[in-house]
Nanobody
Framework: QVQLEESGGGLVQAGGSLRLSCTAS????????MAWFRQAAGKEREFVAG????????YYADSVKGRFDISRDNAKTRVYLQMNSLKPEDTAVYFC?????????????????WGQGTQVTVSS
């Protein structure tokens, strides 16, 4: 089973950008579809973006479509989330998740591995 570690979170003003990274180890990275989820204080974990194991197919929540971009580098065993035009409502802990299979889904229950999360705070 793959282990995941996120990085790149921080404090940014509204309208700014951040790039999150997730590094995988201990498994065959190309066998996993990957996703980013987020969880704001007092709310349930929600799907943000997903990417297939080849990187060809990507999926986004409506709330981030056109602002966020997910990508992966299988050679470096990393997945990225480029976040632009950030809004205060994007404030949350962001989690990287891996699913042993070709495609990503928006249900947390189907994912096999999770990172510890990285805090993103967007000030108004």
């Amino acid at each position: 089973q793959v282990q995941l570690e996120e990085s790149g979170g921080g404090l940014v003003q509204a309208g700014g950008s951040l790039r999150l990274s997730c590094t995988a180890s201990g498994g065959t990275f190309r066998d996993y579809a990957m996703a980013w989820f987020r969880q704001a204080a007092g709310k349930e974990r929600e799907f943000v973006a997903g990417i297939s194991w080849t990187g060809i197919r990507t999926y986004y929540a409506d709330s981030v479509k056109g602002r966020f971009d997910i990508s992966r580098d299988n050679a470096k065993t990393r997945v990225y989330l480029q976040m632009n035009s950030l809004k205060p409502e994007d404030t949350a802990v962001y989690f990287c998740a891996a699913r042993n299979g070709p495609v990503s889904e928006d249900r947390p229950a189907v994912y096999d591995s999770w990172g510890q999360g990285t805090q993103v705070t967007v000030s108004s």
